[in-house]
């Protein structure tokens, strides 16, 4: 190791859930050192167009229960409900404290505005900015860690969670731009990396969404569970045939307020669909555009907000997006087609993320709570990160009492592992693993990314980043291949019904001692413990 420095908690990733824990466990007094491998500012939270799902007790009708039923509706029978419960319950007060660090929410300070999004039941998420509500979280949590003098390593990419002789974390290994390596020794790691949308051509996630804490976590000895169900947001603005990596965002909230999907042709995608039409959850939707493209041989089908009465200044995230690509949101329907967005499963936690790795906690779109289930409903990822990313830091605060002693020093040498090319893992997957699935796709698709892939040990980023997809790649294509049913948004050709053998059944993927993935199953409700 070129450098090794200590702590009491690392926390891997600067989005909401990595830095609402970095704060409330600075303020219990841990030492933390929160570790990117980009600049703080470049995660997913602040491209979250959609807000915060919260029941906050002064809609009319609506209550945390009711919220719970939309969320367990929506997740396809893998919901846990207990766990989700537990999450949404605590909505208001994360919500809360969110606000005492000074995010600005619309509406008036004593009764925000709501609104309504795809698979909710009433008016019940919270927005900043019309469509900009990550980039005021964003905001409000940068400003309070440089007000708390939070310690940020940034430029410097998550290599390895060190892990002792008993399996207990020891550390985290890191490489910065240049592959030169160092270690932060700790009792506890906290991933917080985000979501996994490198892994296709085209997504709604940034750059930096590679699928790192999922391999982290594996290699440390976590289990993953329902990884298969990765949901792709059916309205990503569609800039050109040729056009990969991150798409604008076109949030459903604009289908909230009114707007509707038509085909080229002029029909609607959705009627006769589902009984919410445009308003029915992700997965329904983006499985309803895909067949109209499918049918019609388009490339995309049109959002039609022009009826939405100031469209542009109440949305001006989509309609500078829009404006870029020559489209006035206020005149012209708007061209969409699904992009990969959000993964609902992930790294096994309960509700205050603690996995079953002592000293490793995984909390925000990394971690696979129960809440989700096969399909996750708009607007809680927010919500879930805020809850879980408060709830782990007073876990490992507690875990962390009395006097912390760092054990002893663990030696590593980052081993040598598959890394696949690419831009060729992002065809197979795009191509086998995307929105409809079959057999011979994902079999496909696992051959492709094998037979791109070398042995080899990751120096750079970019090597660091390609492994991690490599594995999380053949994590997600052996979990769609054991589950031979639709549900959610997993979807397969060859097994269209949704088979009552898999009800209430999550998959798992561990990683063995050979470096060979297992996949099995296990009760959804007994996946989180709130």
Known sequence: MSWETSADLVVVGSGVAGLTAALAARRAGLRVVVVTKDVPEEGSTRWAQGGIAVVLGDVTGDTVGA?????????GGLVDAVAAGAILRA???????????????????????RGREGGHSAYRVVHAGGDATGAEVERALLAAARREELTVLAGHAAVAVLTGADGSVRGLEVRDADGTAGRLAAPAVLLATGGVGGLYETTTNPAVA????WALALRAGATLADVEFVQFHPTALFTGRSSTGRAPLVTEALRGEGAVLRDTAGASVTAGVHPLGDLAPRDVVAAAITRRISELGAEHVWLDATGVPDVAARFPTVAGACAAIGVDLAADPVPVRPAAHY??????TDTRGCTGVPGLWAAGEVARTGLHGANRLASNS???GLVVGGRAAEDITAALAGPRRLAAAVETATAPVPVADRRVLQGAMTRGAGIGRDAAGLAAASDAVEAASAVRVPRTRAQ????????????LLAAAGSRTETRGCHVRHDHPATDDHWQRA?????????????VGTTDARHGGVA
């Open 210 to 213: 590679t699928a790192d804490g």
């Open 382 to 384: 927010l919500l879930e």
């Open 343 to 348: 993964s609902c499963g992930g790294v096994v």
């Open 91 to 113: 909505g208001p007060a994360a919500v809360a404290a969110l606000r005492a660090e000074g995010a600005v929410f619309d509406g008036a300070p004593e009764r925000l505005a």
């Open 506 to 518: 999550s998959s798992t993927v561990v990683l063995d001692g050979d470096g060979r993935l297992h």
């Open 464 to 475: 660091v980043e390609d492994a991690n997809l490599t594995l999380a790649a053949h994590a």
């Open 67 to 75: 919220h719970l039923g939309d969320t367990v509706a929506a997740g």
